[in-house]
């Protein structure tokens, strides 16, 4: 498969790449820094580019059969207005229906949309302080995925690190097992090379722990 990954020069974008790689696809990474990927393949290829350009993406999406959206915020941003997700979101779903493409996997995380209600009491005020404005835009990013028609997959990871990949985690697709925990950025990067192929999960935004 032909496969674009928006923010793929670092954390979850960059290993979703490497392992779509091992696992045989054709890999278009698109990245403001796209240049300084540390990833040579005769399948990789590099487009620097912003994912709040329509212009960048336009061009980013021509002959991919999937789009995989890694967008991250910086520590420093967490305490101003974020719009990123929603934004890049809105075009980039323009794009894909501009080009006929259907299927979209993203990565929100634990507490975005719906999931917020399986938060406990005692995470909820630090939650809400420290990440309440970047989970309020994943919260609408989530809304215009699950409204766009699209063949889209959401992945909802706990807490990451940076630990190994292990293939040992848990798929929380029910609401009444969501729950916090950690999971590695290799392991959630595993999930969405899967999801490439497998249909499983469409139309589903399940939480990932180990």
Same mark, same amino acid.
């Given at each position: 498969?032909?496969?674009?990954?928006?923010?793929?020069?670092? %954390?979850? %974008?960059?290993?979703?790449?490497?392992?779509?790689?091992?696992?045989?696809?054709?890999?278009?990474?698109?990245?403001?820094?796209?240049?300084?990927?540390?990833?040579?393949?005769?399948?990789?290829?590099?487009?620097?580019?912003?994912?709040?350009?329509?212009e960048d993406v336009e061009a980013a999406v021509v002959g991919v059969d999937v789009v995989i959206q890694t967008?991250?915020?910086?520590?420093?941003?967490?305490?101003?207005?974020?719009?990123?997700?929603?934004?890049?979101?809105?075009?980039?779903?323009?794009?894909?229906?501009?080009? %006929?493409?259907?299927r979209l996997l993203c990565v929100t995380g634990f507490g975005a949309g719906d999931s917020q209600a399986g938060?406990?009491?005692?995470?909820?005020?630090?939650?809400?302080?420290?990440?309440?404005?970047?989970?309020?835009?994943?919260?609408?990013?989530?809304?215009?995925?699950?409204?766009?028609?699209?063949?889209?997959?959401?992945?909802?990871? %706990?807490?990451?690190?940076?630990?190994?990949?292990?293939?040992?985690?848990?798929?929380?697709?029910?609401?009444?097992?969501?729950?916090?925990?950690?999971?590695?950025?290799?392991?959630?990067?595993?999930?969405?090379?899967?999801?490439?192929?497998?249909?499983?999960?469409?139309?589903?935004?399940?939480?990932?722990?180990?």
């Open positions: 498969m032909r496969v674009l990954i928006c923010g793929a020069s670092k %954390g979850i %974008g960059l290993e979703t790449a490497r392992q779509a790689l091992d696992a045989g696809h054709d890999v278009r990474a698109l990245a403001r820094s796209a240049n300084a990927i540390a990833v040579s393949h005769s399948s990789f290829e590099k487009i620097q580019g912003n994912s709040l350009k329509i967008l991250g915020v910086g520590l420093g941003e967490l305490f101003q207005p974020i719009n990123l997700f929603s934004d890049a979101t809105r075009i980039v779903i323009s794009a894909m229906k501009k080009e %006929g493409i259907k938060i406990s009491c005692l995470q909820r005020v630090p939650f809400q302080i420290f990440l309440g404005r970047a989970y309020g835009d994943k919260t609408l990013q989530e809304k215009l995925i699950k409204e766009s028609g699209l063949d889209w997959t959401i992945a909802r990871p %706990g807490v990451l690190t940076n630990g190994p990949h292990t293939g040992r985690y848990q798929i929380l697709s029910e609401p009444s097992q969501w729950r916090n925990g950690v999971i590695s950025r290799a392991n959630v990067a595993e999930f969405l090379v899967q999801q490439i192929k497998d249909e499983a999960y469409v139309g589903k935004a399940p939480v990932l722990i180990n």
